[in-house]
Protein backbone atom coordinates (compact mmCIF):
# COMPACT_ATOMS: atom_id res chain seq x y z
CA UNK A 1 0.00 0.00 0.00
CA UNK A 2 1.28 3.50 -0.71
CA UNK A 3 2.49 5.78 1.80
CA UNK A 4 2.79 9.12 3.40
CA UNK A 5 6.12 9.50 5.28
CA UNK A 6 6.60 11.64 8.59
CA UNK A 7 9.97 12.95 9.87
CA UNK A 8 10.61 13.25 12.61
CA UNK A 9 8.52 10.58 14.83
CA UNK A 10 9.08 12.66 18.21
CA UNK A 11 10.22 16.12 18.79
CA UNK A 12 10.36 17.59 22.00
CA UNK A 13 11.55 21.83 21.85
CA UNK A 14 11.19 24.81 24.55
CA UNK A 15 8.41 27.00 24.29
CA UNK A 16 8.83 29.99 21.95
CA UNK A 17 11.69 28.16 19.66
CA UNK A 18 10.32 27.39 15.77
CA UNK A 19 9.96 23.55 14.68
CA UNK A 20 9.38 22.24 11.07
CA UNK A 21 7.60 18.63 10.63
CA UNK A 22 8.15 17.10 7.19
CA UNK A 23 6.25 15.30 5.16
CA UNK A 24 6.40 13.47 1.85
CA UNK A 25 3.08 12.79 0.52
CA UNK A 26 1.96 9.90 -2.19
CA UNK A 27 4.07 10.30 -5.14
CA UNK A 28 1.31 11.16 -7.28
CA UNK A 29 -1.10 13.04 -4.86
CA UNK A 30 -2.63 16.65 -5.70
CA UNK A 31 -4.47 17.56 -2.02
CA UNK A 32 -1.72 17.60 1.04
CA UNK A 33 -3.32 18.41 4.39
CA UNK A 34 -2.21 18.66 7.83
CA UNK A 35 -3.89 17.76 11.22
CA UNK A 36 -3.63 17.42 14.50
CA UNK A 37 -4.69 15.60 17.29
CA UNK A 38 -4.08 17.23 21.27
CA UNK A 39 -3.62 14.00 23.67
CA UNK A 40 -7.21 12.19 24.29
CA UNK A 41 -9.02 14.15 22.02
CA UNK A 42 -10.05 13.82 18.05
CA UNK A 43 -7.71 14.59 14.83
CA UNK A 44 -8.52 18.01 13.68
CA UNK A 45 -8.29 19.61 10.69
CA UNK A 46 -5.33 22.39 10.31
CA UNK A 47 -5.00 23.27 6.68
CA UNK A 48 -5.52 21.51 3.30
CA UNK A 49 -2.92 23.01 0.31
CA UNK A 50 -3.37 22.05 -3.08
CA UNK A 51 -1.64 23.93 -6.58
CA UNK A 52 0.93 25.21 -4.09
CA UNK A 53 -1.35 26.98 -2.12
CA UNK A 54 -3.57 27.04 0.73
CA UNK A 55 -6.77 26.03 -0.22
CA UNK A 56 -8.71 26.32 3.45
CA UNK A 57 -7.20 26.50 6.97
CA UNK A 58 -9.41 25.98 10.31
CA UNK A 59 -9.62 28.48 12.75
CA UNK A 60 -6.58 26.79 14.95
CA UNK A 61 -4.04 27.71 11.99
CA UNK A 62 -2.82 31.10 12.76
CA UNK A 63 -0.14 33.60 12.05
CA UNK A 64 2.22 31.65 13.76
CA UNK A 65 1.61 28.31 11.37
CA UNK A 66 2.75 28.25 7.57
CA UNK A 67 3.08 25.34 5.33
CA UNK A 68 5.38 24.63 2.12
CA UNK A 69 6.02 22.40 -0.46
CA UNK A 70 9.88 23.72 -1.43
CA UNK A 71 9.58 20.82 -3.98
CA UNK A 72 8.19 17.72 -5.63
CA UNK A 73 8.09 15.87 -2.97
CA UNK A 74 8.21 17.89 0.51
CA UNK A 75 5.56 19.11 2.22
CA UNK A 76 6.41 21.04 5.47
CA UNK A 77 4.65 22.36 8.38
CA UNK A 78 6.27 25.19 10.55
CA UNK A 79 5.58 26.71 13.41
CA UNK A 80 7.50 29.99 14.44
CA UNK A 81 7.40 30.33 18.22
CA UNK A 82 5.84 27.01 20.02
CA UNK A 83 3.42 27.22 23.02
CA UNK A 84 2.99 24.77 25.35
CA UNK A 85 -0.41 24.39 23.94
CA UNK A 86 1.20 23.36 20.81
CA UNK A 87 2.08 19.70 22.52
CA UNK A 88 0.29 17.36 19.69
CA UNK A 89 0.63 14.28 17.15
CA UNK A 90 0.57 16.50 13.78
CA UNK A 91 -0.86 14.09 10.91
CA UNK A 92 0.68 14.67 7.64
CA UNK A 93 -2.34 12.96 5.07
CA UNK A 94 -2.23 13.34 1.02
CA UNK A 95 -5.23 12.70 -1.33
CA UNK A 96 -5.25 12.46 -5.14
CA UNK A 97 -8.71 14.32 -6.00
CA UNK A 98 -11.45 15.78 -4.30
CA UNK A 99 -15.03 14.83 -4.44
CA UNK A 100 -15.32 11.83 -6.14
CA UNK A 101 -15.77 8.16 -5.02
CA UNK A 102 -12.75 5.94 -4.67
CA UNK A 103 -10.64 8.67 -3.45
CA UNK A 104 -9.13 7.61 0.28
CA UNK A 105 -7.59 9.87 2.05
CA UNK A 106 -3.40 8.43 3.57
CA UNK A 107 -2.53 9.79 6.89
CA UNK A 108 1.50 9.63 7.57
CA UNK A 109 2.27 8.21 11.16
CA UNK A 110 1.99 10.82 12.92
CA UNK A 111 4.98 13.80 14.49
CA UNK A 112 4.83 14.13 18.07
CA UNK A 113 5.90 17.56 19.20
CA UNK A 114 6.32 17.85 22.66
CA UNK A 115 6.39 21.69 23.86
CA UNK A 116 8.47 21.79 27.10
CA UNK B 1 -20.36 22.87 9.18
CA UNK B 2 -20.60 18.95 9.17
CA UNK B 3 -21.44 17.07 12.57
CA UNK B 4 -20.11 13.63 13.21
CA UNK B 5 -21.27 11.37 16.38
CA UNK B 6 -20.03 8.57 16.85
CA UNK B 7 -21.31 6.03 19.80
CA UNK B 8 -20.26 4.34 22.23
CA UNK B 9 -17.97 6.42 23.70
CA UNK B 10 -16.35 3.36 25.41
CA UNK B 11 -16.76 -0.04 24.99
CA UNK B 12 -14.96 -2.77 26.79
CA UNK B 13 -15.50 -6.80 25.37
CA UNK B 14 -14.38 -10.15 26.39
CA UNK B 15 -11.74 -11.82 23.44
CA UNK B 16 -13.98 -13.15 21.06
CA UNK B 17 -17.57 -11.11 21.44
CA UNK B 18 -18.90 -9.24 18.79
CA UNK B 19 -19.76 -5.78 18.69
CA UNK B 20 -20.94 -2.63 16.87
CA UNK B 21 -19.45 1.16 16.45
CA UNK B 22 -22.19 3.50 15.10
CA UNK B 23 -21.23 6.73 13.46
CA UNK B 24 -24.24 9.33 12.83
CA UNK B 25 -23.27 12.63 10.37
CA UNK B 26 -25.48 15.74 9.93
CA UNK B 27 -24.48 16.36 5.83
CA UNK B 28 -24.77 14.35 2.33
CA UNK B 29 -21.23 13.29 2.31
CA UNK B 30 -19.11 12.41 -0.81
CA UNK B 31 -16.73 9.99 1.38
CA UNK B 32 -16.31 8.23 4.40
CA UNK B 33 -13.97 6.38 6.25
CA UNK B 34 -12.91 4.54 8.90
CA UNK B 35 -10.21 4.70 11.01
CA UNK B 36 -7.96 2.62 14.07
CA UNK B 37 -5.75 3.93 16.29
CA UNK B 38 -3.57 1.93 17.63
CA UNK B 39 -1.50 2.31 21.05
CA UNK B 40 1.39 3.83 19.07
CA UNK B 41 -1.03 6.83 17.35
CA UNK B 42 -0.95 5.67 14.18
CA UNK B 43 -4.31 6.13 12.11
CA UNK B 44 -4.75 2.89 10.12
CA UNK B 45 -7.01 3.18 7.39
CA UNK B 46 -10.12 0.38 7.78
CA UNK B 47 -12.55 1.65 5.02
CA UNK B 48 -13.22 3.63 2.67
CA UNK B 49 -17.02 3.41 2.46
CA UNK B 50 -19.16 5.83 1.19
CA UNK B 51 -21.90 4.11 0.76
CA UNK B 52 -22.70 0.14 0.76
CA UNK B 53 -20.89 -2.63 2.63
CA UNK B 54 -17.75 -3.96 2.65
CA UNK B 55 -15.47 -6.58 4.51
CA UNK B 56 -12.66 -7.25 5.73
CA UNK B 57 -11.26 -10.44 7.30
CA UNK B 58 -13.40 -9.73 11.04
CA UNK B 59 -13.93 -6.42 10.57
CA UNK B 60 -17.42 -4.96 8.20
CA UNK B 61 -18.79 -1.71 7.48
CA UNK B 62 -21.97 -0.39 6.09
CA UNK B 63 -22.97 3.27 5.38
CA UNK B 64 -26.43 4.19 4.82
CA UNK B 65 -25.85 7.36 2.80
CA UNK B 66 -29.63 8.49 3.05
CA UNK B 67 -30.39 7.91 6.68
CA UNK B 68 -26.40 9.29 7.28
CA UNK B 69 -24.83 6.96 9.47
CA UNK B 70 -22.28 4.24 8.90
CA UNK B 71 -22.06 1.13 11.40
CA UNK B 72 -18.72 -1.01 11.87
CA UNK B 73 -18.79 -4.16 12.88
CA UNK B 74 -15.95 -5.99 14.44
CA UNK B 75 -16.78 -10.20 14.64
CA UNK B 76 -14.50 -12.19 17.40
CA UNK B 77 -12.43 -9.73 18.91
CA UNK B 78 -8.88 -10.09 20.01
CA UNK B 79 -7.26 -7.85 22.58
CA UNK B 80 -5.15 -6.25 19.40
CA UNK B 81 -8.37 -5.11 18.23
CA UNK B 82 -8.14 -2.42 21.19
CA UNK B 83 -7.55 1.65 20.45
CA UNK B 84 -9.47 4.04 19.36
CA UNK B 85 -11.86 3.67 16.12
CA UNK B 86 -12.74 7.24 14.50
CA UNK B 87 -15.33 7.77 11.99
CA UNK B 88 -14.44 10.47 9.43
CA UNK B 89 -16.25 11.86 6.76
CA UNK B 90 -15.48 14.46 3.83
CA UNK B 91 -16.39 18.19 4.05
CA UNK B 92 -19.05 18.97 1.32
CA UNK B 93 -16.70 22.19 0.63
CA UNK B 94 -13.69 21.31 -2.75
CA UNK B 95 -10.71 21.15 -0.57
CA UNK B 96 -11.29 17.25 0.57
CA UNK B 97 -10.87 17.52 3.85
CA UNK B 98 -12.07 15.15 6.71
CA UNK B 99 -14.44 15.72 9.57
CA UNK B 100 -13.52 13.38 12.23
CA UNK B 101 -15.55 12.25 15.11
CA UNK B 102 -14.92 11.91 18.88
CA UNK B 103 -13.78 8.01 18.42
CA UNK B 104 -14.92 5.07 20.20
CA UNK B 105 -12.40 4.01 22.37
CA UNK B 106 -12.37 -0.29 22.60
CA UNK B 107 -11.06 -2.05 25.19
CA UNK B 108 -10.78 -5.74 24.79
CA UNK B 109 -9.96 -8.08 27.34
CA UNK B 110 -8.34 -11.64 27.24
Given at each position: ???????????V????????LR??P??N?????????I???KV??????Y????????E?F?D???????D?S????KI????????A?Y?C????LT????NT?Y???GS?LT?? | ?I?V???????????????T???N??D??N?LQ??H??????L???????S????N??L???TV?T?R?????I?S???T?S??Y??????PG??G????G??TTL?V?P
Amino acid sequence: EPEVTQTPSHQVTQMGQEVILRCVPISNHLYFYWYRQILGQKVEFLVSFYNNEISEKSEIFDDQFSVERPDGSNFTLKIRSTKLEDSAMYFCASKYLTGLEGNTIYFGEGSWLTVV
Amino acid sequence: GIQVEQSPPDLILQEGANSTLRCNFSDSVNNLQWFHQNPWGQLINLFYIPSGTKQNGRLSATTVATERYSLLYISSSQTTDSGVYFCAVEDPGNTGKLIFGQGTTLQVKP
